[in-house]
């Protein structure tokens, strides 16, 4: 495992995970991409709030956390290693269309500008009109990062009860975009 490419050692609280469902209008989705999912508890917590007919593709860049999440057993669920960058070749490698909602718990604040904005730009042109991007950090700078590629996020939530406190940014791709 690389500490580089943890967002936290602690997994999400139950808390952070709820507001993550709500702000990602999980229920409603249809087709769900988790960028970063790590070790799958956020998965598993996305899973029992999709319904029967929805898919949850999950990309994750560390071998040893895709190995994890390959325990998951659910026909609704596809685990692929690679990167977030090449969002749109592992849709259209899994035959799955464009996403309702795109959730990252990827560190944006680890990684290289010019990486984070690839990846906000993948997320931007692979969502579908009137998608949504959800990305739970407890640094600002997924928010400098995007907010040049998806104008300013429409909401910004603080959970406090999550160590260490997170902020759950959503922006919605608009039909002008």
């Not at 495992?1 to 249809?30: C, H, K, N």
């Not at 929805?54 to 071998?63: D, G, K, N, R, V």
């Not at 190995?67 to 596809?78: A, Q």
């Not at 931007?124 to 600002?140: I, P």
């Amino acid at each position: 495992m690389e500490p580089s490419q943890v967002g936290s050692i602690i997994p999400s609280s139950r808390f952070l995970e709820q507001r993550i469902v709500e702000a990602a209008d999980l229920t409603a989705a249809r087709r769900v991409v988790e960028l970063g999912p790590g070790t799958g508890g956020t998965t598993r917590t996305f899973l029992q709030h999709l319904g029967p007919d929805a898919q949850l593709l999950s990309i994750e860049l560390s071998p040893f956390f895709h190995e994890l999440l390959g325990e998951i057993e659910d026909p609704r669920f596809i685990n692929h290693l690679g990167s977030a960058e090449d969002l749109a070749e592992i849709l259209a490698q899994h035959g799955m269309g464009q996403p309702d909602v795109v959730i990252s718990g990827i560190p944006f604040s680890k990684m290289p500008e010019e990486v984070g904005t690839r990846v906000a730009q993948a997320v931007k042109h692979s969502l579908a009109e009137g998608g949504r991007f959800v990305a739970y950090q407890f640094r600002r700078d997924v928010a400098g990062i995007t907010t040049p590629v998806m104008g300013e996020p429409a909401s910004c939530k603080l959970e406090v009860r999550n160590i260490p406190p997170m902020r759950v940014y959503t922006w919605f791709k608009h039909s002008t975009e």
